[in-house]
């Protein structure tokens, strides 16, 4: 199913969203493709969190009050959805890709830890 969509991992992605309604399983080559697809995105999301650390002061410093609370929700928010499509997926994943598919969670997770940790 997934070799017929375009090679564009944000349109995958949106796939794997789908994943939330979608009805189980998913084969082996589409768990294969959207745990490719996603470990391509880690290191993305991992410099997108050191940035978003990076930057606390210029946050913090904004005239407007409550940014740092605002990024640390969304932040703990994109976590939680993360999570909740992480779950989603593995529930419908071939059971020989639910390994690779947790360590990648772990993986997401331990990016978003400091920088949630920074704004609490």
């Known amino acids: 199913m997934l070799a017929a969509i375009p090679n564009s991992t944000s349109f995958r992605i949106l796939i794997v969203v789908w994943l939330k ?3 189980c ?11 490719a697809d996603l470990q391509a995105l880690l290191p993305n ?3 997108a969190a050191t ?7 210029a946050f913090t410093a904004l005239p407007l009050g409550g940014v740092p609370a605002l990024v640390q929700q969304d932040l703990a ?3 939680s959805n993360t999570d909740t499509l992480a779950a989603a997926f593995i529930s419908c994943a071939p059971a020989d890709a639910v390994p690779a598919a947790q360590e990648l969670q772990s993986e ?5 830890a400091p920088a949630i940790a920074a704004f609490n």
Do not use: Y
């Open 21 to 23: 309604g979608a009805t």
């Open 25 to 35: 399983p998913v084969s082996d080559s589409d768990a294969n493709t959207i745990l």
């Open 45 to 47: 999301i991992q410099q």
């Open 51 to 57: 940035d978003i650390v990076a930057r606390k002061a």
């Open 77 to 79: 928010s994109l976590k």
């Open 108 to 112: 997401i997770d331990a990016a978003f």
